[in-house]
């Protein structure tokens, strides 16, 4: 009998384990028993040739209809080009040259049948186009009797493979693992599946990996579906429950305190959604165990007022806050707009109020000291920083709430450095996210916090119109564009003009979405590119300026300042503006290459226009074709301003694990068979069953082989995106 836990290198040939490893990361048994089969081809059948990829590794199943030895052109010598055909008429063709032709010649028949794994290629034109495997691996099914049995069977596992690995020798290491497996205790209690319909883990992996018909792979599914969510919904909820039993220093709301001055200085009435948070974030502030609630809006809903008046409770308490951002820019445009908001309350002891303290990397010596010094003598009551912040030397007098805004670029780590300078107990956590998660997402993400949504803009609030701009199809769209611009402009309204990268293909500042890339594409436009030849042409005369990541600190500062003051007409940047920017007077965005970004990118960028009153106008200039995915994807941002449904398009539309944080480490997601979208149901019935199985037995004492399952699943690195929770 195997284990879960035993090396794969123990039950495996020591080749065949060491590939394993090394293309798939597969380590122990567990692992290849995880590995599950990307689709299941019928006898005979071809892969979908509409889906096939120029580059893409596939592996092909067919029957072997003609085999050719055809003259190299000015070569001299011959190569062999082999057609394979599927039940429904489609072909694709193999090439062999050299020694591996005439090894190839030997086996390969007409009659013969296979499967075939390669690289795509494609070869002529238009309607005489063909697909074509160039030197595949292939492994004939009357070779051995094992491979005849496989392909007689109805359904043939294909596998994620690589180079090296073929699927083939990956059904074949499955083969040995289940053949030794025997029994499975199961983690999840025999009720449970009773109540699901669900079958068991040992059933489970054998129906998946070595089904009879498509019935099989679906209860297969629907029980490994459920193990994946439950899993992570049980790990979440445990986090949730170990949070509520720290200590926290309890900072209940005083009455005539900042907080209050600071309400009856807005000059605006508070939406009902942000009353009614800040009440929420009111009473979590005041028990004494720490609050962690994640607050999520719609662009512009006014979430930065929200949390300024915790931190303002907070330091009516007699405690301290702090408010992470990523990046500098961000940073400096935080402290600027709390300073603002603040007005007399910002000038420290004088007024009453308290001293608003900016830390970042970039400081002079002289404004790190006096910011330091500040924020650990408990002068500062806010402190706004970048990751400077987390710096050991950095300490604080009393420091009882943290905001960190775009929690997605934090990780764990980073937030426990905060919470260490707390002192005695843990500070209150609030987490900000400008982008709107769907239900599902922040229940999978960020289930470990309480979740806030602000769904109602601040009044005032002008609606933004979005267009796209196809500049290749018609190109004097374009010109319009820059002619609009001119308009705002005249008007004495600002624009941006946003683009995917800085200059000189150093690269971008991370920003590219999924969609940038390939190899027919030219490089992406680039700030220093567009700001010239603008400054030149159509927006010749008008006050440009440029603002991106690698300028040094105290010029982006200058710039967003100048910005600020009216002082640039247009600031042509990268997505550095993308969040917490806030100029009431710019009217107009143009975001060039719109379609190298990814759906709540521009959703975000948009924002940036529109918050004074003024009509927002928003350009997206592509040159993707009409009917191609990102086209689709730009015609989705320009139908609506609900950044919810947008939400849902960029989830459906980008890898999962992307949503999921493990892009921050470089790793692939742990979801190999749910989709939080797809899945909504399994993972709200997953939640539903964790929570009441940790209520009654929070350490899973009396359930040992789940517990076992969540160690090795935590143990696993590649669930390290939990972290980013």
Not at 34 to 46: I, S
Not at 115 to 133: P, Y
Not at 374 to 386: H, L, W
Request: hydrophobic content about 40%.
């Amino acid at each position: 009998m195997t284990s879960f836990d035993e090396p794969a290198g123990k039950v495996l040939d020591p080749r065949t384990a060491k590939l394993l490893e090394s293309v798939l990361g597969v380590r122990t048994v567990g692992d290849l028993l995880r590995h599950y089969p990307r689709r299941y081809a019928q006898r005979g059948e071809l892969t979908d040739l509409d889906d096939l990829r120029v580059d893409e590794h596939v592996t092909v199943v067919g029957e072997v209809t003609k085999v050719v030895r055809r003259p190299m052109r000015n070569k001299g010598g011959t190569w062999l080009e082999v057609e394979v055909v599927d039940g429904r008429g489609s072909r694709i063709y193999l090439s062999f040259f050299g020694k591996a032709s005439h090894i190839a010649e030997t086996r390969l028949r007409p009659g013969a049948r296979g499967m075939f794994a390669g690289k795509v290629g494609a070869f002529g034109q238009g309607e005489r186009r063909k697909w074509q495997l160039s030197h595949p691996e292939f492994e004939m099914v009357d070779e051995t009797e094992q491979a005849a049995g496989e392909f007689a069977a109805a359904l043939v596992p294909i596998y994620p493979a690589g180079k090296d690995l073929t699927p083939w020798a990956i059904r074949r290491a499955l083969g040995v693992v289940l053949d030794t497996m025997g029994e499975l205790e199961d983690p999840l209690p025999a009720d449970l599946r009773d109540r699901h319909g669900l079958p068991g883990l040992a059933e489970a992996l054998l129906a998946i990996h070595r089904p009879r018909d498509h019935a099989d792979v679906a209860r297969a599914r629907k029980r490994l579906k459920f193990d994946e969510a439950f899993q992570l919904q049980a790990v979440l909820l445990q986090r949730k429950m170990t949070a509520a039993s720290w200590s926290a220093t309890p900072r209940p709301r005083c009455d005539d305190g900042l907080l209050d001055g600071f309400d009856a200085r807005l000059p605006f009435q508070l939406t009902e959604g942000q009353r009614s948070v800040g009440e929420e974030i009111a009473a979590d502030l005041a028990l004494d165990h720490p609050m962690h609630r994640l607050l999520q809006g719609e662009v512009g809903a006014g979430k930065t007022v929200v949390a300024l008046r915790a931190m303002l409770q907070v330091v009516d308490a007699g405690g301290q806050a702090v408010l992470l951002a990523p990046t500098e820019v961000l940073a400096q445009q935080h402290h600027r707009s709390i300073t603002a908001m603040l007005g007399d309350l910002a000038a420290g002891g004088m007024f009453g109020g308290t001293s608003v303290a900016l830390l970042t990397g970039s400081l002079g010596a002289a404004a790190r000291r006096t910011a330091m010094l500040d924020a650990a003598s408990g002068a500062a009551g806010i402190v706004v920083g970048t990751h400077a912040v987390l710096q050991e030397r950095v300490q604080f007098a009393d420091l009882g709430l943290v905001v960190v805004d775009e929690q997605h670029r934090f990780g764990v780590e980073q937030r426990d450095a905060l919470r260490e300078k707390a002192g005695g107990g843990r500070p209150h956590v609030l987490v900000m996210t400008a982008t709107p998660i769907p239900r599902t997402v922040a229940m999978t993400v960020f289930g470990d916090l309480t979740v806030s949504t602000l769904s109602q803009l601040p009044s005032g609030r002008a609606p933004i119109s979005t267009h796209v701009v196809p500049a290749a199809e018609k190109p004097h769209f374009l010109e319009r564009a820059w002619t609009r611009v001119r308009e705002e402009v005249e008007l004495g309204r600002q624009a941006y003009v946003v683009c995917p990268r800085i200059g000189d293909l150093e690269g971008d500042e991370g920003d590219l979405a999924a969609g940038a890339g390939g190899d027919e594409r030219r490089p992406p436009l680039a700030v220093l590119d567009v700001a010239q030849a603008l400054a030149d042409g159509p927006l010749k005369g008008l006050r440009t300026e440029v603002l991106h990541g690698k300028l040094p600190p105290e010029e982006k500062d200058a710039v967003m300042r100048a910005f600020s003051r009216g002082e640039v007409d247009v600031l042509v940047a990268t997505t550095v503006i993308e969040v917490g920017v806030d100029v009431p007077n710019s009217s107009v965005m143009v975001i060039m290459d719109a379609d190298r970004f990814g759906v709540s990118q521009l959703h975000q960028l948009r924002g940036r226009v529109g918050r004074g009153g003024l009509p927002g106008l928003c350009l997206l200039v592509s040159e993707a074709p009409q009917g191609t995915p990102a086209r689709e994807r730009l015609a989705a941002v320009a139908a609506t301003l609900d950044g919810f449904e947008l939400s849902r398009v960029d989830l459906e539309q980008r890898r999962e694990g992307d949503v999921l944080g493990v892009a921050q480490s470089g790793r692939r997601s742990s979801l190999k068979m749910l989709r939080l979208l797809r899945d909504e149901d399994v993972i709200e019935a997953a939640r539903q069953e964790a929570e009441a199985m940790l209520a009654a037995d929070p350490e899973l004492a009396g359930h040992p082989a789940l517990r076992a399952e969540i160690d090795r699943m935590l143990a696993d690195e590649r669930a390290e995106y939990l972290e980013k929770a």
